[in-house]
T-cell receptor
C-alpha cells in the first residue's frame, strides 16, 4: 500500500470549514483513499473513502486531485466534537486482505 | 445496530503474567481484526480473520500472542507472557457484507504491564 504524508497538527475555529490535506504521491491505480478519525479514548471511526471522483457524505467531503497524488478532507462546519486525530490511508481493495495501515495522522483541534 | 463489544476495558498486569481480551463483532460481519495501538502512534494490525480462518497474521508476535475465532463470531486475543512493551490499547474491528470499505471499531482494551 502507498505511503501517506499528513501534517502532525492543525487548528480550526468552530463553525469554519476544516481542510485536512494528505499527500499520497505513490498511489497506484487500484488503491482507494480512506479517511478515519479517532476521538480521544475511542476507537477509530470511518469517515469517507474515494477512488478518483470527489465524494460527499453526511460527515465530510473528499476532494482527490486529478493525478490522485493528494487529497483533502473537508469538514464543512467544524464543531468542538470534531477535535480528533484524522488518518488518511491508502489501500488496495482487491483480494481479501482489508488491512488498514495507519500513520500518525493529523491532530485537528477545533477552538471555540 | 449494536457496535463492536470488547472486554475488559482496562487491565493492569505484571510482566510475565498472561492476559486475554474478548471481542464480539457486529452481527453478520465475517471479517474481524485485532489492532494494537501504542501511545502516540496509529493502530497496527495484529491479525485479520475471515470467518474462522486467518487472512493475515504477519505482524502478530507469535511467540507470545495468540488469537482465535473458533465459531466465526467472537474472538479472543491472548498474551502469554506479557512484556512491558505490550502496554497499549488493543482494538477490535469488524467489517462485512457490502461494507468492506468500512471497518467498525470497538472502544478498545487499555493494557498496562508493570
Amino acid at each position: 500500500d502507498a505511503k501517506t504524508t499528513q501534517p502532525p497538527s492543525m487548528d480550526c475555529a468552530e463553525g469554519r470549514a476544516a481542510n485536512l490535506p494528505c499527500n499520497h504521491s505513490t498511489i497506484s491505480g487500484n488503491e482507494y483513499v480512506y479517511w478515519y478519525r479517532q476521538i480521544h479514548s475511542q476507537g477509530p471511526q470511518y469517515i469517507i473513502h474515494g477512488l478518483k471522483n470527489n465524494e460527499t457524505n453526511e460527515m465530510a467531503s473528499l476532494i482527490i486531485t486529478e493525478d490522485r497524488k493528494s487529497s483533502t478532507l473537508i469538514l464543512p462546519h467544524a464543531t468542538l466534537r470534531d477535535t480528533a486525530v484524522y488518518y488518511c490511508i491508502v489501500r488496495n481493495s482487491g483480494g481479501s486482505n482489508y488491512k488498514l495501515t495507519f500513520g500518525k495522522g493529523t491532530l485537528l483541534t477545533v477552538n471555540p | 445496530e449494536a457496535g463492536v463489544a470488547q472486554s475488559p476495558r482496562y487491565k493492569i498486569i505484571e510482566k510475565r503474567q498472561s492476559v486475554a481480551f474478548w471481542c464480539n463483532p457486529i452481527s453478520g460481519h465475517a471479517t474481524l481484526y485485532w489492532y494494537q495501538q501504542i501511545l502516540g502512534q496509529g493502530p497496527k494490525l495484529l491479525i485479520q480473520f475471515q470467518n474462522n480462518g486467518v487472512v493475515d497474521d504477519s505482524q502478530l508476535p507469535k511467540d507470545r500472542f495468540s488469537a482465535e475465532r473458533l465459531k466465526g463470531v467472537d474472538s479472543t486475543l491472548k498474551i502469554q507472557p506479557a512484556k512491558l512493551e505490550d502496554s497499549a490499547v488493543y482494538l477490535c474491528a469488524s467489517s462485512g457484507g457490502q461494507g468492506i470499505h468500512e471497518q467498525y471499531f470497538g472502544p478498545g482494551t487499555r493494557l498496562t504491564v508493570t
